[in-house]
């Protein structure tokens, strides 16, 4: 956070705006840093990152599938009109279904409260995915970048994943403490 005010401060002397470049690198490093610290370096650590892989593949994947499918009313129709309630629904229910199979891999589920952080982590993804978009509306563009054409851009692709990791991050930290 420290580095990303400095950029700030410096972008501000070539007109650029200090605020936006800002939270820009600390919208590219906390996830990074998330990752980097879930994975470790031990097997548990590879086991978290295939638990998040599982939870923001599934709740991509069976949102857009369950949305498309049953339709209904829209999640947030002003940033992503196509997003519907069902489809957040059936991606956080396929997100459960994936993540405890994949935690059940690394040994036996006693942590009753598992489901309930996966959801939580699945909907933090999806609000993820929401601020990808909301950011993009706010400054008029369609793609996040071309270094992925026909995909909206490498953000378009790890929004989900950026807010999950730091959303299920946050949760190791915070449930370690008990």
Known sequence: ???????????????????????????????????????????????????????????????????????????????????????????AAAAVAAGLAVAGLNGPVGN????????LVSAWSQMGDLFESWVKRKFGVKDSGTIIPGHGGVMDRVDALAAAATALYLVGVVTSRF
């Open 1 to 91: 956070i420290l580095v990303a005010a400095m950029v700030g401060f410096l972008a501000s002397f070539v007109g650029l705006t200090s605020v936006w470049l800002g939270w820009g690198m600390v919208y590219a490093g906390v996830p990074a840093a998330s990752l980097a610290y879930l994975r470790g370096d031990n097997q548990d650590g590879l086991f978290a990152v295939l638990f998040l892989f599982a939870l923001v593949w599934s709740t991509d994947i069976f949102a857009y599938f369950v949305g498309r499918s049953l339709g209904g009313p829209k999640l947030a129709p002003s940033i992503s009109p196509g997003k519907t309630w069902s489809g957040a629904i059936g991606g």
């Open 112 to 119: 009753p409260l598992l489901p309930v952080i996966i959801v």
